[in-house]
């Protein structure tokens, strides 16, 4: 009974949320000179294209960036000795930092000179300025590459990085898929503005000490859980002709798209998998959702999105995606290319379902509901409006299956 067929794609929907990855491409030309405590940089042209972050993020103010530290030790300063009878502070062989590896050769990377930053134009902040194992960094205006597979970048002030330049310079996000503190040893999580628009703002890494009041126990929950998320902004927004109503996103995180092995794609089997932007309450759901379905083999699935700042269908109620708070799932594959779609498969009205995808549909359903991974599950049995797809949501105090 087993069908195999495209999967349907759903133009007309408004839900967005995509990650802010650039395609790799247009790098900046330079040339740059880094001498003690400054780094000097040329003014940067035709900067690279990055996609903004989308929820777009809403003013937050400049966390008192530092304008012009000087973490220079003293190039004249004389190497400290460890006394003989004592052991050095740091035995010639020890092994690097696991983090350290962490963006290597990209921005944000550890780095000895330059040729360690393996792109156009890469620079190497080195340890002697203050940046802990070097950090490989790019001049820019106000964007930065990102490169498939590795954190994406920021860019901040020079100021961020306790330097001096003259433009902005390229840093990597916080991954906390890539380190427990979201980024590398002897670097920082920090929420700042983008150089020269201080509005915009990210989670970046900069040189310090790990805050540890950074997650909210939610997100501290998820770290537990291994999972691969970096910190979002909250975006604040409202819906349409509604200023006075707000989409709080609680805790808001961009999440990979592959969850304990099975990938999240938007709208279709064959879409390219982008970050997912939740609530972190939801993000754990997804967690759940996705072991769960790998238990049964289930590969891929297919969403019709998360957060869309709006109103249910037909009310003044704002709909739990306005709060990143609900998925829409609108079909399975699993690894024996077996498909399973809301749409063609489930077979509403009916209580023993004969088919073999609609009764994996049913089993999905009932197990999101008794398993209270989702407190809210409307079906096709609910209304037309959920003809192809299960809406899932974490409306609190809410136990509803339809
Ligand atoms: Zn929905």
């Known amino acids: 009974m087993l069908r195999a067929r495209l999967w349907p794609i759903a133009a007309a929907l408004s839900v967005t949320a995509l990650a802010c990855d650039a395609a790799p491409g247009d790098v900046l030309s330079t040339t740059t000179t880094v001498r003690p405590g400054t780094a000097a940089v040329a003014s940067a042209i035709d900067p690279p ?30 190497p400290e000795i460890p006394e ?51 950090l490989c960094t790019l001049p820019c205006d106000r964007l930065c590459p990102d490169r498939a597979g590795a954190a994406t970048t920021f860019c901040v002030a020079p100021g961020d990085l306790g330097v001096t330049a003259d433009a902005g310079l390229c840093t990597m996000r916080c991954d906390f898929g890539a380190s427990v503190t979201g980024c590398r040893a002897g670097y920082r ?109 289930v590969t891929d699935v297919v969403d019709l999105g998360i957060y869309n700042c709006r109103f249910i269908a037909g009310s003044t109620k704002m709909s739990q995606h306005a709060f990143a708070n609900a998925i829409d799932l609108a079909g399975f594959v699993r690894a024996d290319g077996s498909v399973a779609t809301v749409l063609h498969d489930f077979e509403a009205g009916v209580a023993f379902p004969v088919t073999e995808p609609g009764a994996f549909l049913a089993w999905v359903a009932g197990t999101l509901y008794e398993d209270r991974i989702f407190n809210i599950i409307l079906t096709p049995n609910y209304n037309d409006a959920h003809r192809d797809h299960f809406h899932c949501d974490l409306t609190p105090g809410s136990h509803f299956l339809e």
């Open 49 to 78: 294209t990055e996609t903004p972050p989308d929820p777009d993020p809403d003013p937050v103010p400049d966390p008192d960036p530092d304008p012009d530290p000087d973490p220079d030790p003293d190039p004249e300063a004389p």
């Open 84 to 134: 003989d009878d004592e052991p050095p502070a740091t035995p010639p062989d020890a092994p690097p930092d696991p983090t350290d590896a962490v963006n290597a050769g990209f921005i944000g990377g550890a780095c000895a000179t330059d040729s360690d930053c393996a792109y156009t134009g890469g620079v190497c902040l080195g340890a002697s300025l203050g940046l802990p194992s070097g």
């Open 189 to 297: 999580c920090e929420l700042l503005g983008r150089h020269g628009e201080p509005d915009t703002t990210q989670y970046a890494c900069v040189p310090g000490e790990p805050d540890d009041a950074l997650l909210s126990p939610c997100q501290e929950e998820l770290l537990a859980r291994g999972a691969d998320f970096a910190l979002a902004q909250n975006p604040m927004d409202h819906p349409d002709g509604h200023p006075e109503l707000t989409c709080d996103v609680e805790d808001p995180v961009w999440l990979d798209p592959v969850i304990r092995g099975v990938t999240f794609r938007y709208a279709s089997a064959t879409a390219t998998p982008k970050k997912l932007f939740a609530s972190c309450p939801l993000a754990l759901a997804l967690d759940d959702l996705a072991a769960m379905l790998a238990e049964q083999g």
